[in-house]
Nanobody, 126 residues
Framework: QVQLVESGGGLVQAGGSLILSCPAT????????MGWFRQAPGTEREFVGA????????GYADSVKGRFTISRDNPKNTVYLQMDSLKPEDTAVYFC???????????????????WGQGTQVTVSS
């Protein structure tokens, strides 16, 4: 079983950058695709991006494409979300998640992820 703990959130001005980290515990971390999702107050959770179990493929929501980058370091059991050119509309709680099927590719559907972190707040001021 994988356990996830996000960190790296905070307050940043529009145009700035943040790097979120999501270290995982559990021997099988490297077998699972990982995703990042976010939820702003009063809205549903939405897909941000995902990376396959090998790191060979990534996928992004249109709203963050070209600004956010997902990567993973399997020896360190950590997945990252590099966020550049941040906008006020990026303000949300960000969650990392592990996909339920091992050795799988990316997915934008939150129902396909069965392990979730507690979330980290990202606030972008204008």
């Amino acid at each position: 079983q994988v356990q996830l703990v996000e960190s790296g959130g905070g307050l940043v001005q529009a145009g700035g950058s943040l790097i979120l980290s999501c270290p995982a515990t559990g021997r099988t971390f490297r077998s699972y695709a990982m995703g990042w999702f976010r939820q702003a107050p009063g809205t549903e959770r939405e897909f941000v991006g995902a990376i396959s179990w090998s790191g060979g493929s990534t996928g992004y929501a249109d709203s963050v494409k070209g600004r956010f980058t997902i990567s993973r370091d399997n020896p360190k059991n950590t997945v990252y979300l590099q966020m550049d050119s941040l906008k006020p509309e990026d303000t949300a709680v960000y969650f990392c998640a592990a996909r339920g099927t091992s050795y799988s590719g990316t997915s934008s559907r939150d129902t396909e992820y069965n392990v979730w972190g507690q979330g980290t707040q990202v606030t972008v001021s204008s």
